[in-house]
């Protein structure tokens, strides 16, 4: 079983819309969550963190995490065509081996 | 954009070709970090340099050799690559690594150097 699983569409909706991009994880020491968004030709940037579980928002998108059933989210509102990228999900412990754990990431289209 | 960089962008070497990927970083880090990014794959953690020392090495083959020579430069040596080896390879960087210190940690990536072998 992968420790991070993310589903890798491809994802394709209209502009405006709202975007639900999800991940599941089976280690529970996972405390610390990303979100990078990587567009075509480029490196990952970060683009939401969190720690531990509830919900931060910046602008349009909000990451939602729920360690009780193991699932992070990002939501994009409004979603715009320069949205479109693929999106990695990623996590690490707390203590013990600080490597970042990627999702395989959803690639994202909005479509004009 | 320009806080990790990396060259060559694209790269295309034989299998019995000697060739080396670099990467810097001008965000004062102490740690860098190389990554493969296959297609349909998860991004591969192969090395991590902690104050100019190796601190993690992921069953990497021989074949691939680090080096980080001081805080600001990560290179990544290759010989002897086979095809499958072609994927994009990312250097990134943190302020520091293992200190659990929350965002210290956050990793900060290059755009990556496209690596074909023929």
């Known amino acids: 079983q992968k420790e991070v699983e993310q589903d890798p569409g491809p994802l394709s909706v209209p502009e405006g819309a709202i975007v639900s991009l999800n991940c599941t994880y089976s280690?529970?020491?996972?405390?610390?969550f990303m979100w990078y968004r990587q567009y075509s030709r480029k490196g990952p940037e970060l683009l939401m963190y969190?720690?531990?579980?509830g919900n931060k928002e910046d602008g349009r998108f909000t990451a939602q995490v729920d360690k009780s059933s193991k699932y992070i989210s990002l939501f994009i509102r409004d979603s715009q065509p320069s949205d479109s990228a693929t999106y990695l999900c990623?996590?690490?412990?707390?203590?013990?081996?600080?490597?970042?754990?990627f999702g395989q990431g959803t690639r994202l289209t909005i479509n004009p | 954009e320009t806080g990790v960089t990396q060259t060559p962008r694209h790269l295309v070497m034989g299998m019995t070709n000697k060739k080396s990927l670099k990467c810097e970083q001008h965000?004062?880090?102490?740690?860098m970090y190389w990554y493969k990014q296959s297609a349909k794959k998860p991004l591969e953690l192969m090395f991590v340099?902690?104050?100019?020392?190796?601190?993690e090495n992921n069953s990497v083959p021989s074949r691939f050799s680090p080096e980080c020579p001081n805080s600001s430069h990560l290179f990544l040596h290759l010989h002897t690559l086979q095809p499958e080896d072609s994927a994009l390879y990312l250097c990134?960087?943190?302020?520091?690594?293992?200190?659990?210190?929350?965002?210290?940690?956050?990793?900060?990536f290059g755009p990556g150097t496209r690596l074909t072998v023929l």
């Open positions: 280690n529970s020491a996972f405390q610390y």
């Open positions: 969190t720690y531990s579980s």
């Open positions: 340099y902690s104050l100019e020392e190796r601190v």
């Open positions: 990134a960087s943190s302020q520091d690594y293992g200190q659990g210190r929350g965002q210290g940690d956050t990793q900060y």
């Open positions: 990623a996590m690490r412990k707390v203590w013990g081996a600080q490597k970042l754990v």
């Open positions: 965000l004062g880090h102490n740690a």
